[in-house]
């Protein structure tokens, strides 16, 4: 009798850049431009000498039959600029199976960015849950948080009542408080207007910091979007920030004390705008079989500067199958929250 064995992922915990912060200098009776600039500029060093990249694979379907190929498009983007990123020139790709074994190990070479490729599945594979993992030298670094990781369904050309599936643990997390030195806390929430508040409160029984200046820092992206200075007055303080200073997505607002040391953080996510659709397809309600058809491809005028436009296109039965994200979507949280 053979007993189902199952591969377990822990979901990925949101890489939290600002950690490395820790060791800023301890520098007392600084003023408050000089700090916030330090503390810019450490960041920005961080981020200069160790770039973060992204990979998105495009695969022409999410459901397979053993023994059928996999046609892919891979992308390297830079986390920051959102472009195609030019430090990598090769992508490693593997295919695992449930029980997180490599089956297929791939080299893809880049034309400053994109690159294609494609693999043939083996008809002896057993039905299940596999996952497509893609990742650069330099991502390697970072691994396995910063790899790039889809799943896909794969069915025996031999069915069977077995489908070996991925039990999947999601860990939450929130908000970090470090109270290393005092007991700051802060608080962070949107408002109706897209406009994010932000307070910070200096319990009682911290009577020497009640009325000390703070720091607050917000990244997104690996981008400083807001930094400031402020001071609490009885203990409290409020800030308000204007909503467009946030890009879609996740940013992080860490609180510094006046010595530039951090104290908490709290996670605001941004709900991106919606955009249209950048390629629309006209095509028929309904054809014969075997009929040929026209595909006609409406491009929005937002693509018009793309330096590396490209097309690839499959025809595939429809499932119920919802699909992975698209390319927008993934990048929204990419592999830092994802």
């Not at 820790?22 to 810019?40: E, K, N, P």
């Not at 998105?56 to 023994?67: P, Q, V």
């Not at 983007?77 to 959102?82: A, E, G, I, L």
């Not at 920030?241 to 996670?267: A, E, H, N, Y």
């Amino acid at each position: 009798m053979t007993t189902e064995r199952y591969y377990i992922e822990r979901k990925r915990p949101a890489f939290i850049i600002i950690l490395l912060l820790l060791t800023l200098f301890q520098v007392s009776g600084q003023a408050g431009y000089d700090m916030t600039t330090r503390i810019s500029q450490r960041f920005q060093s961080y981020c200069r000498s160790i770039p973060w990249e992204e990979i998105y694979i495009h695969t022409d379907r999410d459901e397979y039959i053993a023994g059928e190929d996999i046609w892919f498009s891979a992308y390297l983007f830079d986390r920051q600029s959102f472009k195609l990123s030019l430090h990598s020139k090769i992508i490693y790709l593997e295919l695992l199976n449930p029980l997180n074994n490599p089956l297929i190990q791939q080299k893809i070479l880049l034309q400053d960015g994109p690159g294609q490729g494609h693999f043939r599945l083996a008809d002896s594979l057993t039905s299940g849950t596999y996952t497509i993992r893609a990742y650069t030298k330099w991502m390697q670094n970072f691994s396995p948080g910063n790899c790039f990781m889809k799943d896909i369904n794969i069915y025996s050309s031999q069915p069977s009542k077995k489908f070996y599936k991925k039990v999947v643990i999601e860990e939450v997390q929130s908000g970090t408080d470090y109270r290393f030195w005092n007991g700051l806390m802060m608080k962070a929430g949107s408002k109706e207007n897209g406009d994010v508040d932000i307070s910070v409160e200096a319990p009682n029984d911290t009577l020497d910091a009640r009325n000390d200046k703070f720091y607050i820092f917000i990244l997104s992206h690996g981008n400083i979007v807001h930094s400031s200075a402020d001071k609490l007055t009885g203990g409290h303080a409020r800030i308000t920030v204007p909503g467009k200073t946030f890009l879609p997505g996740i940013s992080q607002i860490t609180l510094f004390d006046s010595l530039g040391r951090p104290l908490s953080d709290r996670f605001i996510y941004i709900r991106p705008q919606e955009i249209p659709q950048p390629v629309a397809l006209a095509e028929k309600d309904s054809i014969k079989t075997r009929e040929k058809i026209s595909l006609e491809f409406l491009f929005h005028e937002s693509l018009s500067d793309l330096h590396h436009p490209g097309l690839s296109v499959s025809v595939t039965p429809k499932t119920n199958n919802t699909g992975s994200p698209d390319l927008n979507e993934y990048l929204v949280f990419g592999t830092e929250f994802g």
